[in-house]
């Protein structure tokens, strides 16, 4: 007998990325074969009329969303799919060729699981990974995953693969939230039902060059933040203590403020003041407490301060070849 090929809706989220979004459907087509069938539902939020085509070139069902942000799309096609299963990806990253088969070996070996997530790799804006795939160990699951899931550890949404009952038993992405959407829906799934992970690379996930997205962060961060208190409150028998439910908030926020931080010594060591004294303020105001330590160690922040203040340090002149 013939082993029925599993037919999975593959949700992809997109706002005017022509040039990145047909590298992401390419990588979804590539895994169809004698195992998979996909249902590509592209949920576009955008202005650009290529979309559409893009779409239609690579036989997704494309969806037109007049509500803005990547839940506003995900809930599109989620509204949609037809699948026995979920999965996702954003218009910017792509599938690895090792995705899918792990999760869907962990939701046929164990029906109390609910969906699964994978391992992510970093890449720069050319697709070139920048780490190794993460998370490097499981993460576990239960209260395990649920504390690190709550103090840093953010899977990506595109290496979750879902049993398509998770729409009804979750319901849909939070369009309000404009960042961490995605987490949220995910913390759901840990905090109500089985979440699980498999330890294969699916997805490489396309970074912003460092430094350059200072107004997208100051917004997510408070998104972010929303999110934290949303799910960690309920939950504030895992933490045992305040000062550990304290140090989960600033396993939270962290990235943010080291983005903000290395940002500011940039733009100091560029001789833009102004600039560095806005992402010196941010960081402030994302974690004072590390912030007050950091001010008197010896660091990143503070070496920006004082090159806010004083100026950068001069660089030390290259001896030059002599005849």
Same mark, same amino acid.
């Not at 103090?151 to 879902?162: H, K, L, M, R, Y």
């Given at each position: 007998?013939?082993?029925?090929?599993?037919?999975? !809706?593959?949700?992809?989220?997109?706002?005017?990325?022509?040039?990145?979004?047909?590298?992401?459907?390419?990588?979804?087509?590539?895994?169809?074969?004698? #195992?998979?069938?996909?249902?590509?539902?592209?949920?576009?939020?955008?202005?650009?009329?290529?979309?559409?085509?893009?779409?239609?070139?690579?036989?997704?069902?494309?969806?037109?969303?007049?509500?803005?942000?990547?839940?506003?799309?995900?809930? $599109?096609?989620?509204?949609?799919?037809?699948?026995?299963?979920?999965?996702?990806?954003?218009?910017?990253?792509?599938?690895?060729?090792?995705?899918?088969?792990?999760?869907? &070996?962990?939701?046929?070996?164990?029906?109390?699981?609910?969906?699964?997530?994978?391992? %992510?790799?970093?890449?720069?804006?050319?697709?070139?990974?920048?780490?190794?795939?993460? +998370?490097?160990?499981?993460?576990?699951?239960?209260?395990?995953?649920?504390?690190?899931?709550?103090?840093?550890?953010?899977?990506?949404?595109?290496?979750?693969?879902?049993?398509?009952?998770?729409?009804?038993?979750?319901?849909?992405?939070?369009?309000?939230?404009?960042?961490?959407?995605?987490?949220?829906?995910?913390?759901?799934?840990?905090?109500?039902?089985?979440?699980?992970?498999?330890?294969?690379?699916?997805?490489?996930?396309?970074?912003?060059?460092?430094?350059?997205?200072?107004?997208?962060?100051?917004?997510?961060?408070?998104?972010?933040?929303?999110?934290?208190?949303?799910?960690?409150?309920? #939950?504030?028998?895992?933490?045992?203590?305040?000062?550990?439910?304290?140090?989960?908030?600033?396993?939270?926020?962290?990235?943010?403020?080291?983005?903000?931080?290395?940002?500011?010594?940039?733009? %100091?060591?560029?001789?833009?003041?102004?600039?560095?004294?806005?992402?010196?303020?941010?960081?402030?105001?994302?974690?004072?407490?590390? %912030?007050?330590?950091?001010?008197?160690?010896?660091? $990143?922040?503070?070496?920006?301060?004082? &090159?806010?203040?004083?100026? +950068?340090? +001069? !660089?030390? $002149?290259?001896?030059?070849?002599? !005849?």
């Amino acid at each position: 007998m013939k082993a029925t090929r599993r037919r999975i !809706s593959v949700i992809v989220p997109t706002r005017d990325r022509l040039d990145f979004l047909p590298q992401a459907l390419a990588s979804i087509r590539a895994l169809e074969g004698s #195992e998979y069938t996909f249902e590509i539902l592209v949920g576009d939020n955008g202005f650009a009329a290529e979309t559409r085509l893009i779409a239609e070139k690579f036989g997704a069902n494309y969806i037109k969303v007049d509500r803005t942000g990547a839940g506003a799309a995900r809930n $599109a096609g989620l509204e949609a799919a037809t699948g026995d299963y979920l999965a996702f990806l954003d218009d910017d990253d792509v599938w690895m060729s090792t995705h899918l088969r792990d999760q869907l &070996a962990i939701l046929d070996a164990r029906p109390e699981v609910d969906a699964v997530i994978g391992q %992510a790799v970093s890449t720069d804006t050319a697709l070139q990974p920048v780490s190794k795939p993460w +998370p490097q160990e499981s993460p576990g699951e239960g209260d395990e995953l649920l504390r690190k899931m709550l103090s840093g550890f953010f899977p990506q949404i595109g290496t979750t693969v879902a049993r398509i009952q998770i729409r009804e038993m979750i319901g849909s992405f939070d369009e309000k939230l404009i960042g961490g959407q995605d987490l949220d829906w995910l913390l759901r799934i840990a905090r109500r039902r089985t979440l699980s992970c498999a330890l294969a690379p699916c997805v490489l996930f396309r970074q912003r060059p460092p430094g350059s997205y200072d107004a997208l962060q100051r917004k997510r961060v408070g998104f972010d933040r929303r999110v934290f208190l949303r799910h960690a409150v309920p #939950e504030w028998r895992i933490w045992g203590s305040p000062k550990a439910f304290i140090k989960a908030y600033s396993g939270t926020l962290i990235h943010f403020y080291w983005y903000f931080v290395w940002a500011a010594l940039d733009r %100091a060591n560029a001789g833009q003041r102004v600039a560095a004294a806005r992402c010196v303020i941010s960081a402030i105001a994302i974690l004072p407490w590390r %912030a007050a330590y950091d001010v008197v160690a010896p660091g $990143a922040l503070r070496t920006a301060i004082r &090159a806010i203040l004083f100026g +950068p340090k +001069p !660089s030390r $002149a290259q001896p030059t070849a002599t !005849s």
